[in-house]
């Protein structure tokens, strides 16, 4: 192994005279210890300039609040579907439980998890394998995609809010999470005991504690979901309605199902070149619902993605639920992307010269938040300028919580759209069919929002 140089007095005294020779360094230093980065590097002219007008607006009412949680992915597809409730309730304003969505995808996913390592367990797999230290370390983590909040609506369709309200929990998720993960440990520590014992019928009675566990866990945190409920609403016209008791499985199907949200593709940018355009992407063992539908995407170029969005919101008038890396160059509280809103270069004299391809393969850079495109900006030329975007961070910041993101913000920081199936051209569909490219575990595309 190479010995290590290191970092010698000589050395230290050289970044020092160095530093001091450059009167702007201690200029720099003066005013981002006293203001912060984000206010120094700032551009003035970017900021001001990056209007929030748009030619197409999706107006989705208040934005709602994820609090201390991870659950993006549920509030942003919840948000597209509560559009499309709204619409069929013939209310203005109207949210979904996201509690109840959270408690079913961790329920299914702790029987996801542990029939999946399982078989890994009975494959032979050593304990300090990587995918199985990777599968420990990534185990009940808030974050999902939208095909794995699809396949919670499926099976267990959704309710409103206030008829499954938030819980200390539910809004601040680490403490339950903790538990969760160190249950899952303990049992996925007793399956690699038996197993090495000879005990096969063991690893089987751990899942079946350990899923029992988990249900108590959930529900002693979040409280037991409703079975069915009783729906009566009064409409923005001041009409009254009575459904009578109905399950979430038909409130769902009933005010959702029109939109068809189970036929939508997910389209990923995945920029690396040997991950060829027009190609299903997979990634392994990355799921919730055993017997759900895949967690894949089909790669296309980043400007077919923004193609369909545009077409979506313009000609259908529904958002468009999309994941994206959030925090480069993103001011939070003004709401507003864009690839020079911050002049970070200027003030550090280096050059930050990664593209999203690079960025991508040297872990600078993957999706991590989930939200839905309420807006476009469109020139009279067709091409897209500006997109407005409801994210779930709540109303006090941003545009009364909506914000604004730049055309190439997109272009280098958004990786995945859903879309309807039937929006893909002929040699896309034929690619759905086809066998995906099966990527590791631990694969940057198969980051969770």
């Avoid at 680490?174 to 899952?184: D, I, K, S, Y």
């Avoid at 480069?328 to 509280?333: K, T």
Wanted: one cysteine or more; hydrophobic letters at 40%; proline letters at 4%.
């Amino acid at each position: 192994m190479t010995e290590l140089q290191p970092l010698s007095n000589d050395a230290l005294n050289a970044l020092r005279e160095e530093f001091d020779a450059d009167g702007t360094n201690r200029m720099a230093m003066n005013a981002v210890t006293a203001a912060g980065i984000d206010t120094v590097a700032k551009n003035y002219d970017r900021a001001r300039l990056l209007q929030r007008r748009f030619s197409t607006t999706v107006d989705n009412g208040e934005a709602t609040h994820q609090d201390r949680s991870g659950r993006c992915w549920l509030f942003s597809s919840l948000n597209v579907a509560r559009f499309v409730a709204k619409k069929n309730l013939g209310l203005t304003e109207f949210e979904f439980s996201q509690n109840y969505a959270m408690y079913y995808d961790k329920l299914e996913r702790i029987n996801y998890f542990l029939q999946d390592v399982a078989a890994l367990v009975r494959a032979g797999e050593p304990a300090d394998s990587r995918l199985v230290q990777h599968l420990l370390a990534d185990v009940m983590g808030d974050g999902g995609q939208w095909t794995m909040a699809l396949n919670v609506y499926k099976k267990y369709g959704a309710v409103p809010k206030d008829l499954y309200p938030e819980t200390a929990s539910s809004k601040n998720t680490g403490a339950m999470n903790t538990q969760l993960r160190h249950m899952l440990h303990t049992a996925v520590a007793h399956m690699f005991a038996a197993h090495a014992a000879g005990d096969d019928a063991a690893i089987d009675a751990t899942i079946a504690e350990a899923r029992a566990a988990g249900h108590r866990i959930l529900t002693i945190h979040l409280g037991e979901p409703p079975v069915s409920f009783d729906w009566e609403w009064t409409d923005k016209d001041g009409e009254f309605h009575r459904d009578g008791e109905i399950t979430p499985q038909e409130f769902w199907a009933k005010y959702v199902g029109s939109a068809d949200l189970e036929s939508y593709v997910c389209l990923v940018d995945d920029p690396r070149k040997e991950h060829p355009k027009g190609r299903k992407i997979a990634i392994e063992h990355l799921g919730n619902v055993a017997g759900g539908d895949a967690t894949e995407y089909l790669n296309v170029p980043n400007t077919f993605m923004k193609e369909c969005v545009k077409r979506i919101l313009v000609e259908q008038g529904i958002p468009v639920w999309f994941g994206a890396d959030c925090h480069p160059f993103m001011d939070r509280e003004s709401g507003a992307w864009a690839t020079d809103l911050f002049e970070y270069g200027s003030i550090y004299d280096f050059d930050f010269n990664l593209d999203k391809e690079a960025r991508v393969r040297f872990a600078d850079s993957a999706m991590n938040h989930a939200m839905a495109f309420a807006g476009v900006d469109v020139a009279e030329d067709g091409t897209t300028r500006r997109w407005r975007v409801e994210n779930s961070w709540g109303s006090k910041i941003a545009d009364k919580g909506y914000f604004t993101m730049s055309d190439d913000w997109f272009t280098e920081y958004v990786y995945e759209v859903a879309v309807p199936k039937a929006m893909l051209p002929e040699e896309y569909l034929k690619a759905l069919d086809e066998e995906a490219i099966s990527l590791p575990a631990w694969d940057p595309m198969g980051a969770l929002a």
